[in-house]
């Protein structure tokens, strides 16, 4: 790892912060395609918590009486899948009363220590929860790391690369789900937080490895919503 973040720092000083300070949106753009959603939408709500966040007017769709039983059923469906992958799934509610599902991924599972290339039991867990998603399922896919230093970097291009860092994790996520079953329409997010949004304390190693994750967010999609809406209607 020391030799890695060595390279890439010599790099990025090398092009005098051309691609360090780059926008999150850009560096998205090189590590290869995006998905369906707008961009920046839904972090605000979700990074770092993803409790409370309001869902329909993202996904422009108003949540009817008697929906969000059947919405909740297909919600823990989703966590079942996200709990058959190794992750950590929590069902959540947003402010405005949809259910969706948080499921995190250490990046202790994932990736090899500073590296965003997904491992074979990685590879084999998010096959797993890619077939065990339905078609109307929305995702939100953030990627965050401790805050170690890069060796022969300062502290601002630290930040920087552990930002991209992230960002290249949580595209390899969505790469691997996008070559698995999940279709591109269904991506809303994708972004690298970095140091952003700890979970845990930095000043241990057992935190650290808490802070180095993939939170994949489960939303209802706005077709799941108007079918659960008519389902509920006709009974």
């Known amino acids: 790892m020391k030799l890695t973040k060595f390279t890439l720092c010599a790099l990025c000083a090398s092009l005098l912060f051309s691609s360090c300070s780059m926008s999150n949106t850009a560096k998205g753009g090189l590590i290869?395609?995006?998905?369906?959603?707008?961009?920046?939408?839904?972090?605000?709500?979700?990074?770092?918590?993803?409790?409370?966040?309001a869902i329909g007017g993202a996904i422009g769709a108003t949540l009817g009486a008697g929906a969000g039983v059947i919405i909740g059923n297909k919600m823990d469906k989703a966590k079942k899948?996200?709990?058959?992958?190794?992750?950590?799934?929590?069902l959540l509610t947003s402010e405005d009363g949809y259910q969706y599902v948080k499921a995190t991924f250490p990046s202790g599972i994932l990736f090899a220590s500073g590296k965003y290339a997904l491992n074979s039991a990685a590879k084999s867990d998010l096959t797993t929860f890619a077939q065990g998603l339905?078609?109307?399922?929305?995702?939100?896919?953030?990627?965050?790391?401790?805050?170690?230093p890069w060796k022969g970097c300062t502290a601002a291009q630290s930040v920087e690369k552990n930002k991209t860092l992230s960002l290249q994790r949580a595209g390899a996520v969505r790469d691997h789900l996008l070559a698995n079953g999940i279709s591109s329409s269904q991506i809303r997010e994708l972004n690298g937080l970095g140091e952003e949004n700890p979970v845990a304390s930095n000043a241990t190693a057992q935190g650290k490895e808490q802070n180095r994750r993939v939170e994949v967010y489960i939303l209802p999609s706005k077709q799941m919503v108007e079918a659960a809406n008519k389902e509920a209607a006709s009974k």
Do not use: P, R, V, W
């Open 134 to 148: 339905d078609a109307d399922m929305d995702l939100c896919i953030y990627g965050y790391t401790d805050n170690d």
């Open 32 to 53: 290869g395609g995006g998905g369906g959603g707008a961009l920046g939408a839904l972090i605000g709500s979700f990074a770092g918590g993803g409790k409370g966040a």
């Open 81 to 90: 899948a996200a709990e058959a992958a190794n992750a950590q799934a929590e």
